[in-house]
């Protein structure tokens, strides 16, 4: 899944992202209200996590600013005011579920995984495709030409990546950001390694290469022709 962060504290924003990368989504986060409205508005997201005391915009009034607007994004509310009250306020500013702080990492993937499945219809979609290359987000598998691939987590979440912007050039600090949630070290190898293992399994046997490199700029995902 594509998944939003909206969280101020930087400690807890470290752990979701990291948690939720080793799980193959990818996460794009902002550490106000203001950034994680114009993140929420302007790209397209398969479910949010939101806090609710979040510094220039708080979480409510975010949600309810999303809901005017009218974006569906299912929204999972994360705060540490957790008394029914408070719990209510959230589910009636428009969030879909509202999970209290401190709270156990796989009941929140499980509340996020429920989210998308009650989307149902209008949830983003559940599957990425180009040529002969498909990508299932639910079931977590990858084909060519009908025969299954196999990857590993942090593959899956490259790939889907490079899918989800398939025919634009894809710049290694694009990649390292959303993928990998590093904001430094320019010159690790990390991207080539596993762009390199990733166009071994999905273009070697195949006539058609789909992933290309685009020489000082990056990398692009396309069917030539």
Known sequence: MHILLV??????AAYLQKGLKESGHIVDAAAT??????????????AAIIDRMLPGLDG????????QAGNKLPVLILSALGQVDHRVEGLQAGGDD?????FAF??????????VRRAGVE???TSLALADLELDLLSRTVTRAGREIALQPKEFALLEYLLRH??????RTMLLEHVWGYHFDPQ????????????????????TPLLHTVRGAGYRLHAEG
């Open 7 to 12: 969280e101020d504290d930087a400690e807890m």
């Open 33 to 46: 209200g203001p950034d994680g409205l114009n993140l929420a508005l302007h790209c397209t997201f398969d």
């Open 60 to 67: 409510l009034a975010l949600i309810a600013a999303l809901r």
């Open 98 to 102: 509202y999970l209290a702080k401190p």
């Open 106 to 115: 796989s009941e929140l993937e499980a509340r996020l995984a429920a989210l």
């Open 123 to 125: 949830a983003a979609e």
């Open 166 to 171: 398939a025919g634009q050039v894809v710049t």
């Open 188 to 207: 690790t190898n990390v991207i080539d390694v596993h762009i390199s293992r990733l166009r071994q399994k999905i273009d070697k046997g195949f006539d």
